[in-house]
């Protein structure tokens, strides 16, 4: 703290004047911080998101997906098969899909666990395969409805030649074990309690991804799960495209399952659970391992709250739609914000608006530090009786 003391080593009197009042101090400066939080989270004093980069066009190509017959074949197959994994490797293969099996086993402290992937990946046919986006899907039994559109969806883009990225279809065992162990031997990243095979197929980097997750099979709500380990976060346009998405189909989007804030308290209650999930909560979802790597990353979550009126089919257009805008961007996300918190669907708070918030909430912190320095503490003993 040599910065706030005087050439003669006494500190500025306004230091002095602060230390003699700390108690007073601490308590406006919390009480200011607080104030300043109750009115920015209103939505009329933060921003109304938007999608920031053009390119990405959200929601305004015609989506083609109409395989409802096919997600009604998969799912019928599916609740019938015993091994998932091996029949998802046959159709992938039936409709010409570049298909590859990744084993792996986890190796831990009092925790062992192996299982194997499957990977689907679909060749672009305008480009020499330098990036890709990806679609992610747990491979359990409470997910048959996942892997059926995601199964669809793949069979139709394989028939598709307007696709300028590959994209690779995940269909993951053992959840998050599973996802590491395909990222960390994609970008060859070796870990010495992670053991996986080889990787076949390879593309470029992976501008974009998504995770699938399903309630049933009709829907009326879609929530948006984001948080990543680490309290990283997605770029903001990716949130801002599935909301987009979900508002042409017809599903309520929504960010930590609050959708319209009908009162004060909703606010608070979507932003406090916006901040404690991002310091705490880092296995939200599949997507919660790709900010390591630099992939932007989230998970839609469909649902029925009320009354379910949009079909797997929609589901599936969601995502085709989700593809084709990654597929148009120029470049890796930029434009928008890495730093936000999410007050609830339609609004936000940048970092320029929530840090002075956070300033004058740790200030106290900095009085009592410099509080303790000037004071006369007692110096260290040890006596010699407690050293063995």
């Keep these: 703290m040599r910065l706030l003391s005087q050439s003669i080593g006494k500190p500025p009197v306004i230091i002095e004047k602060m230390v003699s009042k700390w108690l007073k101090i601490c308590v406006l400066s919390e009480l200011i911080g607080v104030i300043y939080i109750c009115f920015i989270i209103q939505p009329e004093y933060n921003e109304r998101t938007k999608v920031s980069e053009n390119a990405l066009l959200p929601a305004l190509v015609t989506e083609r997906f109409s395989y409802h017959q096919r997600i ?3 799912l019928k197959e599916l609740r019938a098969e015993r091994d998932i994994s091996d029949y998802i490797e046959k159709q992938l293969l039936a409709y010409g899909i570049m298909t590859q099996t990744l084993r792996f086993s986890v190796t ?3 925790f062992n666990q192996s299982g194997m992937n499957v990977i689907g990946v679909v060749r672009s046919s305008r480009s020499s395969s330098t990036e890709a986006m990806l679609v992610a899907v747990s491979m359990t039994e409470k997910s048959l409805e996942a892997l059926a559109v995601t199964l669809a969806l793949a069979t ?6 307007y696709w300028a990225r590959d994209i690779h279809f995940i269909f993951v065992d053992k959840g998050l074990a599973g996802m590491t162990a395909y990222l960390a031997e994609y970008h060859e990243h070796r870990n010495l309690f992670l053991q996986s095979e080889k990787l076949s197929f390879h593309s470029g980097a992976i501008i974009g991804a998504f995770a699938i997750k399903v309630e049933g099979s009709a829907f009326d709500t879609m929530n948006i799960e984001h ?3 680490n ?11 599935m909301a987009k998405l979900a508002d042409k189909f017809g599903l309520v989007p929504e960010v930590f399952n609050q959708g319209y804030q009908g009162s004060w308290w909703d606010l608070i209650d979507t932003t406090s659970k916006a901040m404690l999930s991002q310091a705490f909560n880092e296995r939200e979802g599949l997507h919660s391992i790709f900010g390591p790597y630099g992939i932007q990353a989230v998970t839609i979550h469909a649902k029925s709250v009320v009354e379910g009126h949009t079909s797997l089919t929609d589901l599936g257009r969601i995502c085709e739609g989700a593809l084709r805008s990654l597929n148009n961007m120029l470049e890796k996300f930029h434009q928008s914000y ?16 929530y840090m002075p918030a ?23 003993f040890l006596n010699p009786t407690w050293l063995p």
């Design 72 to 74: 009604s074949n998969f």
């Design 108 to 110: 831990l402290p009092g």
């Design 156 to 161: 139709f883009c394989r028939e598709q030649i």
């Design 227 to 229: 948080n990543m380990v």
């Design 231 to 241: 309290g990283l976060l997605p770029n903001l346009d990716l949130i801002n495209l």
């Design 338 to 353: 890495f730093l936000y918190i999410m007050t609830d669907i339609r609004h936000f708070l940048s970092v320029a608006y």
């Design 358 to 380: 956070l300033g004058l909430i740790l200030f106290p912190l900095l009085v009592l530090i410099r509080m303790y320095e000037i004071s006369d503490l007692l110096p260290f």
